[in-house]
T-cell receptor, first 114, second 113 residues
Framework: GAVVSQHPSRVICKSGTSVKIECRSL??????MFWYRQFPKKSLMLMAT?????????EQGVEKDKFLINHASLTLSTLTVTSAHPEDSSFYIC??????????FGDGTRLSIL | RKEVEQDPGPFNVPEGATVAFNCTYS??????FFWYRQDCRKEPKLLMS???SGNEDGRFTAQLNRASQYISLLIRDSKLSDSATYLC??????????????FGAGTRLAVHP
């Protein structure tokens, strides 16, 4: 079945650090990738949608300068949390899909900012 | 009003029990509906899609009532391994060739021996 790999799975770093998270579709070409964030006991919240080769579409309330998304190829999207602060600590999950197919989720990145 | 609402639970049931989860959605133009399962500290995994006619997959039955904007999931003969959070997921509209999913906050199920 379709596999989406997310790396790293766990990050602990100091406040002010920028953190990059990678999302790769391993056995298919993902025309669209999505980035979600989930706080404890809360629902997944879509942060942004990215199509290969074009700028990401951010959801309302998500700062595009804070959460930089690059979808450079059909198999790779990256999310960079710039100058991360403790309130950015969360579970970040990507998903990827081909047209007409369901989304496949990566296994998530748990980010802790001290 | 939240776009997708679920009872957070938890539902604590013994093995073998039948349990039902409900979900309501606010956007009447929603096109597709799903149940996902999420284990603690893991990513969500698709459990099943929900069709207007209702559909069944083994011990799991999903129902959709478009008039009431209501979705349900029934689990029969609960197993310990069913313990997880069940997420009701709605695709509000079909647009641009890709799907935007709206997740409910989930209903926790704990099956005990």
């Amino acid at each position: 079945g379709a596999v989406v790999s997310q790396h790293p799975s766990r990050v602990i770093c100091k406040s002010g650090t920028s953190v990059k998270i990678e999302c790769r579709s391993l056995d298919f070409q993902a025309t669209t990738m999505f980035w979600y964030r989930q706080f404890p006991k809360k629902s997944l919240m879509l942060m942004a949608t990215s199509n290969e080769g074009s700028k990401a579409t951010y959801e309302q309330g998500v700062e595009k300068d804070k959460f930089l998304i690059n979808h450079a190829s059909l198999t790779l999207s990256t999310l960079t949390v710039t100058s991360a602060h403790p309130e950015d600590s969360s579970f970040y999950i990507c998903s990827a899909r081909q047209v007409g197919q369901p989304q496949h989720f990566g296994d998530g990145t748990r980010l802790s900012i001290l | 009003r939240k776009e997708v609402e679920q009872d957070p639970g938890p539902f604590n049931v013994p093995e073998g029990a039948t349990v039902a989860f409900n979900c309501t959605y606010s956007n009447s133009a929603s096109q597709s509906f799903f149940w996902y399962r999420q284990d603690c500290r893991k990513e969500p995994k698709l459990l099943m899609s929900v069709y207007s006619s209702g559909n069944e997959d083994g011990r799991f039955t999903a129902q959709l009532n478009r008039a009431s904007q209501y979705i349900s999931l029934l689990i029969r003969d609960s197993k310990l391994s069913d313990s997880a959070t069940y997420l009701c997921v709605v695709n509000p509209v079909l647009s641009g060739g890709y799907n935007k999913l709206i997740f409910g906050a989930g209903t926790r199920l704990a099956v005990h021996p």
